[in-house]
């Protein structure tokens, strides 16, 4: 059975940073895709990031230059967000196991999501 569970989120001001991580059980991290989606009230699910099972790291446009995905060890991956803006506040998700493009929200397994809220 693979569990993802996620770090907490939290609130922090704008221009400010934050690190999430994403505990894998059942798996390691570099067998499959590995992905960080997020989704804001009344928005679909969007793409943050992801690295695939050969090591490349993708970002999602709005996040590009901000945000670093890597593979900590075996079982975890992390979400280091800088300079976070007001519109980076949503539930962020961690993924594993991509099933068709790595940018699309279909996924074998997702964690709880955990809230990132970033204030002006």
């Known amino acids: 059975q693979v569990q993802l569970v996620e770090s907490e989120g939290g609130l922090v001001q704008a221009g400010g940073s934050l690190r999430l991580s994403c505990v894998v059980s059942?798996?390691?991290?570099?067998?499959?895709?590995m992905g960080w989606f997020r989704q804001a009230p009344g928005k679909e699910r969007e793409f943050v990031s992801a690295?695939?099972?050969?090591?490349?790291v993708y970002y999602g446009d709005s996040v590009k230059g901000r945000f670093t995905m890597s593979r900590d060890n075996a079982n975890t991956v992390t979400l280091q967000m800088n300079s976070l803006k007001p519109e980076d506040t949503a539930v962020y998700y961690c993924?594993?196991?991509?099933?068709?493009?790595?940018?699309?929200?279909?996924?074998?397994?997702w964690g709880q999501g955990t809230q990132v809220t970033v204030s002006s």
């Open positions: 690295i695939t099972w050969s090591g490349g």
């Open positions: 993924a594993s196991g991509a099933l068709r493009h790595y940018c699309s929200p279909v996924y074998e397994y």
């Open positions: 059942g798996r390691t991290v570099s067998s499959v895709t």
